[in-house]
């Protein structure tokens, strides 16, 4: 077989690959087994395989597997994750139903070179359009022998049982927890983890305690606390992690809740997310973030951005849409670094401004879907994607050309 046509067979993962040795490889054999199994067209096909990666010998380093409605047998998954060569694992079963065991977790466990593993089960049970994802069985084995070394570890509940065993992977630096069942998540078990630099925290529930914990993970760089709904969390508790790089906060709360943002002093963050927490004002605190390049405030109800945006001097992407802006930020303008706007679904009854024509970087500029938006459109010579179209009538999406006009 030419190298050609292996590549074509085993999808674009393999051109970002390492060299092939021949066209006989670990991977044109995990094709066939799973091609044998359930036959599919190419495209279908490529939906299961994800990825597969060979080193120079030919042999496998690195697998993703979506097993989708459990097409392929158990039996056949054990066999095609059983190379022992394998560093990278990414398995992903989806289901109809919530029916579930472990029964491959333990193979990939035993794995002697294994570094990054993903093992994640989704449901589509309950609804066409809602998506859940169960871990029933993962707390019960234990992280030892070769997953020592493992760095990036997805879909396991942290609790009591393994929390231990989870606190002595020393090597371990990222780590997302997924809807945890109710189940006490135990925090406190990661603050031995020393080498940990990515938490992504994601529709569990956690305790005024559980922040406490996670605030005095000094170690990490990146942070996400998304999709929680709980009362009186200390967000403001966050300002310890100084060594943050990279924070997303979505912890939806009602109008009773009181949730204080503040960040006066994580003065190296570079990406901040407070998407989708129902606040009408931005913290002053953000006028710390010296750093900042990347500000997400979409889904909220901020009616205002305020003078202070000034001072961020290195902000390149900004995103409102969704909230209550009534008039266009003139600030903006002095945001010499600003290459996205995206204030697109606000409540603008306003004329574009000329002083966003000399923002000198601009590329971006989305104000799609406003109330009254009047004026000139922008012509600066930085555009590339501009869309001034109303609310309720077709999407304009710009060129170049129609932006300038």
Do not use: W
Request: proline share 2%; net charge negative.
């Amino acid at each position: 077989m030419k190298i050609n046509l292996l590549l074509k067979g085993i999808g674009l993962s393999i051109l970002s690959g390492l060299t092939l040795a021949s066209s006989t490889n670990d991977c044109t054999e995990i094709e066939s087994k799973l091609k044998k199994e359930h036959s599919t067209d190419e495209v279908f096909f490529n939906s299961y395989l994800k990825k597969c990666e060979v080193n120079n010998a030919g042999k496998v380093i690195s697998l993703e597997i979506n097993n989708i409605y459990h097409l392929f047998s158990d039996k056949l998954m054990k066999e095609v994750f059983s190379y022992d060569t394998l560093t990278d694992v990414s398995y992903n079963i989806i289901s109809e139903t919530k029916d579930f065991t472990d029964f491959l977790l333990e193979t990939l466990l035993n794995l002697p070179n294994l570094k990054n593993l993903e093992y994640m089960y989704s449901s589509y049970s309950e609804s066409p359009t809602t998506f859940h994802r169960y871990f029933k069985s993962s707390e019960s084995f234990k992280f030892k022998g070769p997953i020592e070394n493992c760095k990036h570890l997805y879909g396991f509940n942290l609790t009591k049982e393994n929390g231990e065993d989870i606190s002595n992977l020393s090597s371990l630096k990222d780590m997302e927890l997924i809807n945890n069942n109710g189940k006490k998540i135990d925090f406190n078990s990661l603050k031995k983890n020393t080498n940990l630099k990515k938490l992504n925290v994601n529709s569990i529930t956690i305790t005024p305690s559980d922040i406490n914990d996670i605030s005095s993970m000094s170690n990490l760089k990146e942070l996400k606390i998304n999709n929680i709904s709980e009362k009186s969390l200390n967000m403001k508790l966050i300002n310890n992690l100084t060594g943050l790089t990279s924070l997303s906060l979505s912890v939806h709360s009602s109008d009773d809740d009181k949730i204080d943002y503040i960040f006066k002093d994580l003065k190296n963050l570079e990406y901040f997310n407070l998407e989708g927490n129902k606040i009408s004002s931005l913290p002053e605190s953000i006028d710390n973030l010296s750093q900042l390049k990347y500000l997400y405030i979409d889904y909220n109800e901020i009616s205002k951005i305020p003078d202070f945006f000034s001072d961020l001097e290195n902000l390149k992407f900004f995103d409102a849409q969704d909230n209550k802006i009534t008039k266009f930020p003139e600030v903006f303008s002095q945001i010499k670094n600003l290459e996205e706007l995206i204030l697109q679904f606000n409540k603008i009854d306003d004329v574009i401004p000329e002083s966003y024509n000399n923002i000198p970087k601009l590329k971006t500029f989305d104000i799609d879907g406003n109330s009254n938006v009047r004026g000139k459109t922008l012509t600066n010579p930085t555009l590339e994607f501009c869309d001034y179209s109303d609310y309720g009538k077709k999407l304009i999406f710009v060129s170049l050309k129609i932006c300038l006009a």
